[in-house]
């Protein structure tokens, strides 16, 4: 599988789309691009959701009792393609979700997913 890219550049920044997955990417070079590769990124991290931000589960259900955990989904739900555009999500977590267990964290992620 190849990966097309264009770069645009402009003084001392670049900018690469990967065109299969719609992924941009920045690369900066120069004297001073250090320093703008970490305003970039405090840039991007305030405008994404914070760390441990929850996102509510997509035909998900987990349940724990006791030391039991259920996950209920239904399977015959298609949401959304992915990002790569070669599956259909069925079910998702988004991340692990954290369980406390006899006083200990325990983590569980669970992602379905089927081809169109």
Not at 11 to 33: L, N, P, R, Y
Not at 41 to 59: K, L, M
Not at 90 to 102: K, P
């Amino acid at each position: 599988m190849s990966i097309r890219t264009t770069i645009n550049g402009s003084g001392k920044s670049c900018k690469a789309t990967v065109w299969e997955t719609g992924q941009e990417a920045k690369i900066f070079h120069g004297d001073t691009a250090e320093a703008q590769a970490e305003a970039y990124a405090a840039e991007r991290d305030a405008a994404a959701p914070a760390r441990g931000a929850s996102v509510e589960p997509t035909n998900a259900r987990m349940t724990l009792q006791g030391t039991i955990l259920t996950v209920v989904m239904d399977l015959s739900y298609r949401g959304g393609m992915s990002s790569t555009g070669k599956t259909l999500q069925v079910a998702s977590t988004h991340g692990n979700r954290r369980f406390d267990v006899g006083g200990k964290p325990v983590y569980v992620g669970v992602n379905a997913y089927a081809k169109p």
